[in-house]
């Protein structure tokens, strides 16, 4: 006898607000801390996250009944900004070939480029609330005449359900730490070719040297003045950057004192008995995720012993599997961390534009993928032992 068919009602929230925690938090489960219902909505309370920002709050919600079924945090974007998928390309190109690029419809965890689900179900109905989600996304799409959607930094399973839909998939990559199980910061040095090895213990003598001591507090152990010290510290070091983007505030720093707390990681640099440089860090499951770093000193080797040495220090004592600090850096490679592959997925309405972008990933999906190939190459010979001084 099969199971009755299950009548599912779309809602859209215009906030995680609109919903309890505990409801939208039963399907996120140990999935990713950025999708949770506190991280969401201390974004949206905090104003960074909210309309008149260029971030408009329309996130999906599947109803069984009186049951959440399945969600997913989504946006009206006027904008590309705070994505880290950059489409600022296809913008420009849309414009050439009058084709409104904006609004656009963003499912992800705003300004946190980490993947992550983005379909949020139960593990028993996943793949079919997936699929009927993607079908609201390219409805809604259709009705509002919306440019596009896309799915930032989404798991492999969603990419290769959205792409069974004739979604356009882009591929990228960043830098993570993996820890196969090393006891001591030692065991992470002895892993390293001999240059890299002898260039990280001079860089942590010499910012000893300059006075500096770096700690790390952790969860209730954070102090409150520790919050808006690392704001300031975000806030400065943000505004010195040429590329730099204050997507927070005040606020959102304290709310997350108060919401947020339990997963939270502040490595902070002292000298002096002053807090100089810190990093604002998300701990969840056996994953550790850098976020948010700055400084009210430039001292040498301050970046790379608060933001990595620190940080894989505190993964190892806590037992932790992967350090992911983040977008960008290629200098990651050689202190370590590997390429591991990032995916997003696209749907395009316009037939025109659609045929463009597809041009385009057609010809960056094999030269990232060769990227990567090299970088891997690069770890196996660090792995396998090898010595000199080599790159």
Not at 147 to 163: D, R, T, W
Request: glycine share 10%; hydrophobic share 40%.
């Amino acid at each position: 006898m099969h199971a009755p068919a299950r009548t599912s009602r779309l809602r859209v929230l215009g906030g995680v607000g609109e919903i309890s925690r505990d409801v939208w938090d039963r399907l996120v489960g140990p999935g990713s801390p950025f999708v949770e219902w506190s991280w969401l909505a201390t974004l949206e309370d905090s104003g960074a996250a909210v309309a008149g920002r260029g971030w408009r709050p329309h996130h999906l919600t599947l109803w069984d009944g009186d049951r959440l079924a399945g969600a997913c945090p989504a946006y009206v974007k006027s904008h590309s900004d705070g994505e880290f998928v950059f489409d600022h390309g296809w913008a420009a190109g849309a414009a050439r070939a009058g084709i409104a690029y904006y609004p656009k419809l963003l499912v992800a965890a705003p300004f946190t480029p980490v993947t992550g689900e983005r379909f949020l179900a139960c593990d028993a109905e996943r793949a079919g609330v997936a699929d009927e989600l993607a079908g609201a996304l390219e409805e809604t799409c259709r009705q509002e005449r919306w440019s596009s959607v896309h799915v930032n930094f989404c798991g492999a399973e969603e990419a290769a359900a959205l792409a069974r839909r004739g979604w356009l998939r882009r591929t990228g990559y960043q830098y993570h730490w993996t820890n196969p199980g090393f006891r001591s910061f030692d065991d992470y040095l002895a892993s390293l070719r001999s240059k890299r090895r002898n260039q990280v213990r001079r860089e942590r003598r010499e910012l000893a040297a300059q006075g500096v001591e770096i700690t790390a507090h952790a969860g209730d152990d954070i102090p409150d003045a520790l919050f808006p010290r690392i704001f300031e510290l975000y806030r400065r070091t943000v505004a010195e950057l040429p590329w730099g983007r204050q997507y927070l505030d005040r606020r959102f720093f304290t709310l997350a004192r108060d919401r947020l707390r339990h997963r939270l990681c502040f490595i902070v640099a002292r000298q002096g008995g002053e807090v100089v440089a810190g990093t604002f860090n998300v701990e969840k499951g056996d994953t550790l995720y850098g976020r948010y770093w700055g400084t009210v000193r430039s001292l040498r080797h301050l970046h790379f012993n608060v933001c990595y040495y620190a940080a894989i220090e505190y993964a190892i004592g806590r037992g932790l599997a992967r350090f992911e600090p983040g977008a960008g850096g290629d200098f990651k490679h050689l202190r370590g961390f590997d390429a591991r592959p990032t995916q997003s997925m696209h749907f395009i309405r316009d037939p025109r534009l659609r045929a463009a972008v597809a041009e385009f990933l057609a010809h960056e999906r094999p030269a990232v993928a060769r990227e990567i190939e090299w970088l891997d190459e690069r770890t196996a010979l660090r792995r396998g032992g090898a010595e000199g001084e080599g790159p």
